[in-house]
């Protein structure tokens, strides 16, 4: 008897702990991400008026919601929208090419940084910037300052300007090596400035990941023969292979959700000048099943591929 | 240890001296590209007027100057409300926000990872599902969540919400797996309760994660004007502040450049800081034997 009863116990007291734990996070996330999530769900399938709440004697707006359910008409509206299909099936094709070569690059860069040599914090801090430059005040200060919108303009035209892409496209096509097969190879040559600034994040989540390695399994490795190619595939990639799926799930997301996607513009767009709440509800939960299947189906595989030290 | 100072020695004999070249020059290449557009931000900031206005516009500044950064003082001395107020506000924001999502996303992260207790997969899938949900969608409920507790114009406002993030929660989850069940196990049979070994032996050995999740929490918070929830002039923080000065036009246009350096010292800051600090440290360390 008290040997069944002792896992049940255990088992209680896990679950005791576990709720403990979370609990502060959990209700952060009903309260702040799942309550207005449903609350845009029903937006979405309403119509929707903002009314001052002084009226009521409170601060700031209430949203008054009449519930239509009759028809989904937002629902039909866009989807059989020529231009917002479109739209999708750029950015899921853009996303399919950009997001491996980020994650590919970033991967590369945070290997060569996470070696030991001279100012190697400097160069870290370096290939860090971009997280800063493109996220942060230019991005934000951009609306207010002709003077920023033209300073990227220029930086993107010195990172151009070197023309290896126009120069490599030449050579690859004059040698007969051209056609739609390279032309994936030639859109991420093209876009290696955009990859490149985009991976700022993803290369400190790959030298945090290659930092919890222990040496001592690369050493262990050499004493037994292994070469560094082999102890790079059957060491460090399996150690990192979690955080290949968090960088594939960051950079997915950042890439499905960045401002100057054509999808998220259009949706954005609705909200603030046009204040269509209900349709832009309806367009960014559509939009939120296609990312949420993409995204799935992509986890889904690599997860299994995924290696978890015992 | 020793080795390292001699620095001819190869650190690495497998690979070849050719292999190192390589590496520096394609660290140096995408190096370049990657420090221009900070150079150039920090060159605008010293560039007199009729220089920021030349076109082409140049990377690098030919007459430097710090008139900028003399406006910038001027203009700051005119406002309303003290100028450090502003800083105070972000600052406060920042820290709180950020040592708050820390703490409870690692919370959350270390029982996920590291308990089976019911329930527990299906809220893992949920909060990362989140993650994908269009935020611009979901700000006026969120608002008008907020504004029912009435936290409008309060701190409460910007820091709250801050602090429950999924991406922080599934990154921490995703580290905290690589943590051997087995250390935990030792630490159990020596005696610790759960919060002692959550903060002795999970949470140091996932510092690497701490970076990220920093980095993250503070490029939110640092740079968000929070103007949406803050209407109070003495609450109001130090983006809201700077991008009225940069909102007055070409007059401001110096000013605006200093301001734009003003604003990337600190997160760039806390890069090198909690880099040579967390990741440096770890160096040796690795968990995973």
Known sequence: ?????????????????????????????????????????????????????????????????????????????????????????????????????????????????????????????????????????????????????????????????????????????TTGLGGKLLDPVFKIIEAVYDVALASGIQIIIFISALQTVSPSMYEAAKIEGCTAWESFWKITFPLVSSMILVNLVYTTIDFLMRTDNQVMTTITHKVTPEMEYGLSAAMAWSYFAIVAVVLGVLAAIISKKVYYYE | MKKRKFRLKRRQPGRSRGGDLGVYIILTLFGVMFAIPLVMAICQAFKPLDELYKFPQTILVYNPTLNNFKDLFVIMGQSWVPFSRYIFNTVFITAIGTAGRLLIASMGAYVLAKYDFPGGRKLFAMITTAIMFNGYVTDIPRYLVISGFGWIDTFLAPIVPALAAPMGLFLMKQFMEGIPDSLLEAAKIDGAKEWGIFTKIVMPNVKPAWLTLIIFAVQELWNNPQSTYIYSEELKTLPYALSQITAGGVARAGAGAAVGLFMMIVPIGIFIFSESNILETMASSGIKE
């Open chain 1, 1 to 173: 008897m008290a040997r069944k009863r002792k896992p049940r116990n255990l088992r209680r007291r896990n679950a005791i702990t576990g709720y403990l734990f979370i609990a502060p996070f959990i209700v952060g996330f009903l309260l702040f991400l799942l309550k207005p999530m449903f609350e845009s769900f029903r937006m979405s399938l309403s119509e929707v008026t903002i009314a001052a709440a002084s009226q009521k004697g409170g601060k700031g707006f209430v949203m008054e919601t009449i519930t239509t359910w009759k028809e989904s008409n937002y629902y039909q509206a866009f989807f059989f929208d020529p231009q917002y299909k479109t739209q999708l099936v750029d950015a899921l094709k853009e996303m399919a090419i950009q997001v491996p070569a980020i994650i590919v690059f970033s991967f590369f860069i945070a290997l060569l940084l996470n070696q030991e040599f001279k100012g190697r914090g400097f160069v870290r801090a370096v290939f860090f910037l971009p997280v800063i430059l493109s996220s942060g005040v230019i991005v934000g200060l951009e609306y207010n300052n002709a003077l920023m919108s033209s300073m990227k303009g220029a930086i993107e035209e010195a990172g151009s300007g070197m023309n290896i892409t126009a120069t490599l496209e030449t050579v690859l096509r």
